[in-house]
C-alpha cells in the first residue's frame, strides 16, 4: 500500500479534512493534496507529525509493504502502549531530573507545587455544580436521594480526578519532558525493535541507528494485566454513568414537556441539556478505550466545551429562575381539609394505638357508643379505620390517584411561581368522642398492652440469657468430661502395661 493512499485513508479514518490537516501540519492544503495524489512527498519534520498525529510509526506510514491491515492490528493493544508510555514518562523524569541543577529542580518543584494548587482550587466549580444537583434530588424519596447523590458524587469526583491527572501530566510533559526530549533527541521505534533516534544540530536532522531492546516478558505480563485491570475499572465507571445518562434524559425530556404546559423553568432544561451532553461525551470516551479506537477528536471536543457552556448557562439561569420561586411554609389557599366520621360500640377491652394528633372529647350522651371524627385531605391521602377484635387501627396511605393529585396541585402552583409545603398534606387530626368513663377505659387498655407487652420482652429476655448460661454450662461440664475420659483412658493403659508386665 503506497504512502499517498496510507496517507488518504488514515485522513478519512480520523475524520480530518485536507484542510484540517494542513493546519495541524502548519502547511497548504495544496501541500496536503499532492501528498495523496502521489505528487510529492513531505519532508521528515512533517513526516514525524504525521507519525504523531496518526498514532503510528515511521516505517509505518513509509513502507510500502505495510498495509492498513497491518497497522491496525499493531494499534489494537492500546492499553499496552499506554502502559510503555506511563514507563517511559517515568524513566524520561529520572533521566531529567538526574540531569538537572540544583536550581532547575527547586524551580520544576515549585511550579508543579503551583499547578497542583491550581488545580486544587479548580475543585471549587465541581463542588458548586455537585451542590446544585443535589438539590434537584432532595424532592426525591430519601432513599432514591441516597442513591442518586451517591452515583452523582462518584461520577463528578471520577471525572475531576481524570481530568486533574490529565491535565498535570499534560503541562509537565510540554513544559519539562518535551523540552528535555528535544534537548536529547526524539526516538521512534521501529517494527525491528531498532530505535531511531533524531538530534537537532544547527536545525539539521542527522540519523542514527542505535539498537536496544525493550521488549521484556515480563513487562508484557504486567500490561496484559494492566489492561484487564483498567477495562474491569471502565465497566464499572461505564455502567453508574449509563444509568445516570438514561436518568437525566428521562428527566430534561420532563422539563422540556414542562415548557409546554406552562411552567417555564427554562434554565433547568438547558444545564439538564448541558449535563446530557457532557456524559455523552464521556460514554463515548470510555467506550472508545474499551474499544481500543482512536480516542479525542475535534467534534468530541467541540461538544465536550459546548456541554461545559451549556451547564454553566443553565445554572446561571436556574439560579435566577428559582431565586423568583415564593415559598411558603403552609398549604395552598386551595386546599381544604375533610372529614370522616365512624361510629361503633363499646368494647371494655378496647385497644387504641394513639399514633397521631388525638384529641379525647368527652361526651357523657355516648355511654355505649365511641365516635371518631378524623380531618385530613381526601383529595391527597387515603385513611382506612379497621375494628379487628379488641383491636382499633387508624391508618393512611397515598395511592396512585392521589398522587396525581399531588402532580398537579404542584403543576399549577409552579405555573404561578410558588410552592408550599406540601408535606403538611399527609397531616391527619383524630378525635375521639366519647364518655368519660369510656375515655379512661380506652387509655387504660393502652398502658395495660403496652405493660404486659414489657413483661413478655423481659420474660423473653430472661429465658433467652437463661438458655445462654445453661449452653455455657453444657459447655464447661463437656470440658470436664473430656479431660475425665482422657485421664480414664491414660488410667486404662497403665493398667494394661502393668497387667502386660505381671503376665
Known amino acids: 500500500m503506497k ?33 495523496e495524489s502521489g505528487t510529492t512527498y513531505p519532508e521528515m519534520d512533517k513526516l514525524l507529525s504525521l507519525c504523531k498525529i496518526f498514532n503510528v510509526t515511521l516505517d509505518d506510514l513509509t513502507n510500502d509493504n505495510v498495509t492498513d491491515k497491518n497497522i491496525k492490528e499493531r494499534s489494537k493493544n492500546n492499553f499496552s502502549n499506554l502502559f510503555y508510555s506511563i514507563l517511559d514518562i517515568i524513566n524520561k523524569s529520572f533521566e531529567m531530573f538526574k540531569s538537572m541543577t540544583s536550581k532547575e529542580k527547586g524551580k520544576c518543584i515549585i511550579e508543579l507545587f503551583i499547578l497542583f494548587i491550581i ?42 480526578l481524570i481530568l486533574f491527572i ?19 533527541g526524539i526516538k521512534i521505534k521501529d517494527d525491528n525493535d531498532n530505535n531511531v533516534k533524531f538530534t537537532e544540530d544547527n536545525n539539521d536532522l542527522i540519523l542514527n541507528n542505535k539498537k536496544e531492546k525493550h521488549n521484556f516478558f515480563l513487562f508484557d505480563i504486567l500490561a496484559k494485566i494492566f489492561n484487564i485491570f483498567l477495562k474491569m475499572c471502565i465497566i464499572l465507571i461505564l455502567l453508574p454513568i449509563i444509568i445516570s445518562f438514561i436518568i437525566l434524559v428521562i428527566i430534561t425530556t420532563l422539563t422540556l414537556i414542562m415548557q409546554f404546559i406552562g411552567i417555564h423553568f427554562i434554565g433547568i432544561f438547558i444545564a439538564l441539556l448541558g449535563a446530557v451532553l457532557f456524559l455523552l461525551v464521556i460514554i463515548e470516551l470510555l467506550i472508545k478505550i474499551l474499544l481500543n479506537a482512536n480516542l479525542i477528536n475535534k467534534r ?74 378524623v380531618n385530613y385531605y381526601d383529595d391527597y391521602l387515603n385513611v382506612n379505620i379497621d375494628l379487628n377484635n379488641n383491636f382499633l387501627g387508624i391508618y393512611k396511605y397515598v395511592s396512585f390517584d392521589k398522587t396525581l393529585n399531588y402532580i398537579d396541585l404542584i403543576k399549577n402552583d409552579l405555573k404561578k411561581k410558588k410552592l408550599y409545603n406540601y408535606n403538611l398534606l399527609m397531616n391527619m387530626d383524630v378525635k375521639i368522642e366519647t364518655s368519660e368513663k369510656n375515655i379512661n ?60 508386665l505381671i503376665e
Do not use: H
Open 3 to 35: 504512502f499517498c493512499e496510507k496517507l488518504q485513508k488514515l485522513r478519512k479514518d480520523r475524520g480530518y479534512s485536507q484542510e484540517q490537516l494542513a493546519d495541524l501540519l502548519e502547511v497548504s492544503r495544496q501541500s496536503v493534496s499532492k501528498w
Open 119 to 160: 488545580l486544587l482550587i479548580f475543585k471549587i466549580p465541581f463542588n458548586f455544580i455537585n451542590n446544585s444537583i443535589i438539590k434537584i434530588f432532595i424532592n426525591f424519596s430519601s432513599k432514591t436521594y441516597d442513591i442518586l447523590s451517591s452515583i452523582w458524587y462518584f461520577i463528578s469526583n471520577t471525572i475531576y
Open 166 to 184: 490529565a491535565i498535570f501530566v499534560y503541562v509537565y510533559k510540554i513544559r519539562f519532558l518535551d523540552k528535555f526530549n528535544r534537548s536529547e
Open 300 to 373: 468530541m471536543f467541540l461538544i465536550f466545551l459546548g456541554s461545559l457552556i451549556t451547564l454553566g448557562v443553565g445554572i446561571g439561569i436556574s439560579t435566577y429562575e428559582i431565586s423568583k420561586v415564593d415559598y411558603k411554609d403552609e398549604l395552598p389557599t386551595s386546599v381544604s381539609a375533610d372529614t370522616y366520621e365512624y361510629t361503633f360500640k363499646m368494647r371494655d377491652d378496647l385497644v387504641f394505638f394513639d399514633y397521631f394528633n388525638t384529641n379525647y372529647v368527652i361526651n357523657n350522651d355516648l355511654k355505649d357508643d365511641v365516635n371518631i371524627v
Open 441 to 500: 377505659i380506652i387509655k387504660n387498655n393502652l398502658e395495660k398492652y403496652y405493660k404486659d407487652k414489657e413483661e413478655e420482652y423481659n420474660k423473653f429476655e430472661y429465658y433467652e440469657n437463661r438458655v445462654y448460661e445453661l449452653e455455657e454450662e453444657i459447655y464447661e461440664k463437656d470440658v470436664i468430661i473430656n479431660d475425665l475420659e482422657d485421664k480414664i483412658n491414660n488410667l486404662e493403659e497403665k493398667i494394661s502395661d502393668i497387667s502386660g
